[in-house]
């Protein structure tokens, strides 16, 4: 296990189930339960401040070097520093990728998922197999509607709102397809989010792959981005 470089500036305090950041532009923190916690950030530093305090191990910077868009590196880097801090430990565990892409924490059986959009960062933590997804609300979606929206989703995208819905859907079926995590799933066959409650904020997932499987969904919009997100039962 690396040991993170630490700055007596940059702490994580929990007392009493609350977190304090003291520097990082955290958007959002929700404890889920005891085991489970989910954090939103604004990267705002620039690659050399993270590179300065992560010390990736060579398969994490194989990684990114492969990632040539600056905004996209800094929002890989964030979402990794993020990873650490919703951790509380003192060293960092390397975050790795299995052979079917799903990251892990290496050393670790905690479960993470992460996701990133335009400046965000999102970091699921839990003890159970989880999916977040977050995404800034853009028209663009449309030009890919029909490879994620089947006819059952169709017939409850609200007239009004159908910006909003699909991007709902996009994010829970990029939920679900994380917490499935085996690649090679038809999200318009194999993936449905049925109606929601619009109200609650949240809806049931459906996987329909080897063997059905269904899910809670949650999501909050937060300006013109959405977050949605998914955490598997105890058995």
């Given at each position: ?5 630490t ?6 305090d ?10 990082m532009?955290i958007?959002?923190y ?11 950030w604004?990267?705002?530093e620039?690659?050399t ?9 060579s398969?994490?910077?194989?990684a990114l070097?492969?990632i040539?868009?600056t905004?996209?590196?800094r929002?890989?880097l ?5 990873l650490h ?24 059986s905690t ?13 699921l933590?839990?003890r159970?197999?989880?999916?977040i ?11 890919i509607?029909h ?11 609200r ?12 994010g829970?079926k990029?939920?679900l397809?994380?917490?499935y995590?085996?690649k090679k799933?038809?999200f318009?066959k194999e993936l449905e ?6 109200e609650?904020q949240?809806?049931i ?18 300006g013109d981005f ?6 598997a039962?105890k058995?």
């Amino acid at each position: 296990m690396r040991r993170l470089k630490t700055y007596s500036s940059n702490h994580l305090d929990y007392m009493t189930n609350v977190i304090t950041f003291s520097f990082m532009p955290i958007s959002l923190y929700k404890k889920i339960d005891e085991v489970t916690a989910l954090g939103v950030w604004d990267v705002t530093e620039a690659e050399t401040w993270f590179l300065q305090r992560l010390d990736l191990v060579s398969e994490e910077e194989e990684a990114l070097d492969k990632i040539k868009a600056t905004a996209k590196r800094r929002e890989w880097l964030g979402a990794r520093w993020l990873l650490h801090y919703l951790g509380s430990g003192e060293s960092r565990q390397p975050c790795l990728k299995d052979t079917f892409g799903k990251p892990y924490l290496q050393g670790s059986s905690t479960e993470i998922s992460i996701s990133h959009s335009n400046g965000k960062a999102a970091v699921l933590r839990s003890r159970q197999p989880a999916g977040i997804d977050i995404q800034k609300r853009v028209k663009k979606i449309y030009r890919i509607k029909h490879k994620f929206v089947n006819a059952k989703e169709e017939k409850w995208l609200r007239p009004d709102h159908i910006l909003s819905d699909l991007h709902l859907i996009w994010g829970a079926k990029e939920a679900l397809y994380k917490i499935y995590s085996k690649k090679k799933v038809d999200f318009c066959k194999e993936l449905e989010i049925k109606r929601p409650d619009f109200e609650s904020q949240k809806a049931i997932g459906k996987i329909y792959k080897n063997k059905d499987q269904t899910y809670d969904i949650h999501y909050q919009w937060m300006g013109d981005f959405i977050l949605v997100y998914t955490v598997a039962q105890k058995h």
